[in-house]
């Protein structure tokens, strides 16, 4: 079946960075509206950055300047390059986009991945 498969989280000091991955498996001709969500425990889950067709990105007024998201099409791949990481960023962080293959047209989220941010 196709999915979204993400890895590249971790445990990192503050101040540190990672970059996560988010790519589409199977046969999936393209993928759409691609974002990158995160929810802490206790919290809802909120959007963290997201980035259109052309390129254009949009970012979360907490993560703006430290996040970057970036795509390659010709992978079917989603990238979300985290820099000075702080505490409050520590959450379970999943990719969702809109899943294009010849047969079906589908939102799929990723099975997440946890960043922990240590002071």
């Known amino acids: 079946q196709v999915q979204l498969v993400e890895s590249g989280g971790g445990l990192v000091q503050a101040g540190g960075s990672l970059r996560l991955s988010c790519a589409a498996s199977g046969s999936t001709f393209r993928i759409d509206a691609p974002g990158w969500y995160r929810q802490a425990p206790g919290k809802q889950r909120e959007l963290v950055a997201s980035i259109s067709s052309l390129g254009r990105s949009n970012y979360a007024d907490s993560v703006k300047g430290r996040f970057s998201i970036s795509r390659d099409n010709a992978k079917n791949t989603v990238y979300l390059q985290m820099n000075s990481l702080k505490p409050e960023d520590t959450a379970v962080y999943y990719c969702?986009?809109?899943?294009?293959?010849?047969?079906?047209?589908?939102?799929?989220w990723g099975q997440g991945t946890q960043v922990t941010v240590s002071s």
């Open positions: 969702n986009a809109i899943l294009i293959t010849r047969e079906t047209v589908r939102n799929a």
